[in-house]
């Protein structure tokens, strides 16, 4: 595994101090503050962390009152024994058992699924499967179109009903700036490549795949985010789970956040490399496991590890957060580590100019060693990308799965990008790329405000356009996405195993291409349907992300 070790070695930094200190008002040293405010302050969450921050840090994490997490483990508890009643009777033949089972030569094998999820899928999901899945037949702007669909035998099999649900104001698309359009600069270009190039390109980019417009974008991309190169990837996920087993390999470290995203989780594990959870965000777990691999080595042998690459998004996708990029960064120089960023969500959403988190801390992209993100959110295409020096990524062209294997971008997607990248960054002769990242902060800011005066526990940072709306309570998750769409909102929630079990969620993601209107329409039907759910939950008690109890044995160890 030498070649990895060569990809990121002129990648290295000097090494500076974490900076990181007390602050006035009884603050935490990540920003948090200390203890219950009286019930008219406003909270805020402001970080000085010695000059690292140029901006206010806000972020928001209240506590789950007490009665709130008893009756959640209560409902589970009433849904678990309802469905072993259930399973008890389909193993009698009381009741119709309609999902798939092994046959009885197989029984002595180990099983396909988990017993526990199996259950779970069983007697939980399918109870308010008809929340996912909803088929949309038009584009996902600001509204859609909704094919109706019924059950008759309680979410097992669907039957559509040949009726179009029309105008849903849409909460769920990751359309943050609003490129996903029917027309528009964007689709006429993307139109006028079709009829050039076709609609696929059937060869991979070291073969008959690399077209003149793949070229274009990739420097394109180089300059938007200020590095020397970049690389495209017809696929988001597979930009990171087929890069990270390029960079590092056995006998190298990888520090991810326990809430990174499963492509990043996946990349890490067919590494090879040894893996080590942080706590989220939490600079004090990351520091000690930065510590304890530079003091202890490797496992056994006690040799120095080849390398130890840290592994974080730019904006955590289900909790709404925003990574401490500055302490971060401050921490990989002072312990000559590597950084991976994934900007999925935050590449156009976040900065002055769209141009990601980097830019929201006025940071240096120089700072940062791999730079990750997608096209599928901003830029209202399909796709991801790497940044970088020019030895990176010339040395992903040739030992990245990705690249070798997989077919090349499709050149109407291409175009797609092109045209609204140089929309963001004003190429186009218009501001209008300006004025839609501005208007997504506005909608950001106040939609979270508002949500937050009616009383929901909203997780998350300020600026972030994914906002959680924390539901908790199982039954609450399928009819608060029934009574939203009764009133023409479309929402998305989440559950068990995208997040915690007990911590059951609405996750809305804002667009510059909601008025001020719709907001204001889908914050009546939030506030009315949160009062019909009895949703708010919240008493203004923050929990500081270090105040969470953080035990020295909560990070886990693969070694092969």
């Known amino acids: 595994m030498e070649r990895p070790e060569r990809a990121v070695a002129a990648l290295g930094a000097q090494p500076r101090a974490n900076g990181c200190s007390g602050a006035a008002h009884g603050a935490l040293r990540n920003g948090y503050v200390r203890g219950l405010p009286a019930p008219d302050t406003q909270i805020n969450h402001i970080v000085h962390n010695g000059g690292l921050y140029k901006r206010p840090f806000n972020e928001d994490f209240e506590e789950t009152p007490m009665l709130v997490a008893v009756l959640t483990y209560v409902g589970y508890g009433v849904l678990t024994l309802f469905g072993y009643l259930r399973d008890f009777m389909r193993q009698w033949k009381i009741e119709k058992c309609q999902n798939a089972t092994e046959r009885e030569e197989q029984k002595d094998f180990v099983p396909l699924y988990q017993d526990f999820e199996n259950f779970y899928n069983r007697n939980l999901y399918m109870r308010i499967r008809d929340s996912w899945n909803r088929p949309i037949c038009s584009v996902p702007g600001a509204k859609v179109d909704m094919m109706e669909r019924i059950s008759h035998d309680y979410n097992w099999t669907f039957t559509y009903t040949g009726r179009v649900i029309k105008d849903?104001?849409?909460?769920?698309?990751?359309?943050?700036?609003?490129?996903?359009?029917?027309?528009?600069?964007?689709?006429?270009?993307?139109?006028?490549?079709?009829?050039?190039?076709?609609?696929?390109?059937?060869?991979?980019?070291?073969?008959?795949?690399?077209?003149?417009?793949?070229?274009?974008?990739?420097?394109?991309?180089?300059?938007?985010?200020?590095?020397?190169?970049?690389?495209?990837?017809?696929?988001?996920?597979?930009?990171?789970?087929?890069?990270?087993?390029?960079?590092?390999?056995?006998?190298?470290?990888?520090?991810?956040?326990?809430?990174?995203?499963?492509?990043?989780?996946?990349?890490?594990?067919?590494?090879?490399?040894?893996?080590?959870?942080?706590?989220?965000?939490?600079?004090?777990?990351?520091?000690?496991?930065?510590?304890?691999?530079?003091?202890?080595?490797?496992?056994?042998?006690?040799?120095?590890?080849?390398?130890?690459?840290?592994?974080?998004?730019?904006?955590?996708?289900?909790?709404?957060?925003?990574?401490?990029?500055?302490?971060?960064?401050?921490?990989?120089?002072?312990?000559?580590?590597?950084?991976?960023?994934?900007?999925?969500?935050?590449?156009?959403?976040?900065?002055?100019?769209?141009?990601?988190?980097?830019?929201?801390?006025?940071?240096?992209?120089?700072?940062?060693?791999?730079?990750?993100?997608?096209?599928?959110?901003?830029?209202?295409?399909?796709?991801?990308?790497?940044?970088?020096?020019?030895?990176?990524?010339?040395?992903?062209?040739?030992?990245?799965?990705?690249?070798?294997?997989?077919?090349?971008?499709?050149?109407?997607?291409?175009?797609?990008?092109?045209?609204?990248?140089?929309?963001?960054m004003g190429e186009d002769g218009t501001t209008v790329g300006k004025a839609r990242v501005q208007q997504l902060a506005e909608n950001t800011r106040y939609f979270r405000r508002r949500l937050k005066e009616m009383g929901f526990i909203i997780y998350g940072n300020e600026d972030s356009p994914v906002v959680p709306l924390m539901l908790y309570m199982p039954a609450k998750i399928g009819a608060f996405g029934r009574e939203m769409l009764k009133r023409n909102i479309g929402v998305v929630v989440v559950g068990f195993p995208a997040t915690p079990i007990i911590e059951s969620r609405a996750r809305f993601c804002l667009s510059a291409a909601h008025t001020k209107e719709m907001l204001d329409t889908a914050l009546k039907e939030i506030n009315e349907v949160g009062d019909l759910l009895q949703l708010k939950y919240s008493r203004h008690r923050l929990v500081p992300l270090l105040d969470r109890p953080f035990d020295e044995t909560t990070y886990e160890e693969t070694e092969d």
């Not at 080849?306 to 960064?329: D, T």
């Open 168 to 424: 849903i104001i849409n909460m769920g698309s990751y359309n943050y700036l609003g490129f996903a359009q029917k027309a528009g600069t964007c689709q006429e270009a993307a139109a006028k490549v079709l009829s050039q190039y076709g609609a696929g390109v059937c060869s991979t980019r070291q073969e008959m795949g690399n077209l003149d417009k793949h070229e274009e974008l990739e420097k394109l991309v180089a300059r938007f985010l200020g590095v020397e190169s970049a690389m495209a990837y017809g696929m988001g996920f597979a930009t990171n789970s087929m890069n990270i087993p390029a960079l590092v390999g056995k006998g190298c470290l990888i520090l991810s956040d326990e809430l990174n995203h499963a492509s990043l989780v996946l990349g890490a594990r067919l590494s090879g490399a040894t893996i080590r959870i942080f706590k989220h965000n939490n600079m004090q777990s990351l520091e000690k496991l930065l510590k304890d691999a530079i003091v202890h080595g490797q496992p056994r042998t006690r040799r120095p590890w080849k390398k130890i690459l840290i592994l974080v998004e730019g904006i955590y996708s289900m909790e709404g957060s925003i990574v401490r990029l500055p302490e971060v960064i401050a921490l990989k120089k002072k312990y000559k580590s590597y950084l991976y960023l994934d900007e999925a969500h935050s590449i156009g959403a976040l900065g002055p100019t769209g141009r990601g988190v980097v830019e929201y801390f006025g940071l240096s992209p120089e700072d940062v060693d791999v730079m990750m993100g997608t096209f599928t959110k901003s830029f209202g295409a399909a796709g991801g990308y790497i940044g970088g020096k020019k030895e990176l990524i010339d040395y992903l062209r040739t030992y990245s799965h990705s690249a070798v294997y997989a077919t090349s971008l499709s050149p109407p997607v291409v175009e797609q990008i092109i045209t609204s990248m140089k929309c963001i």
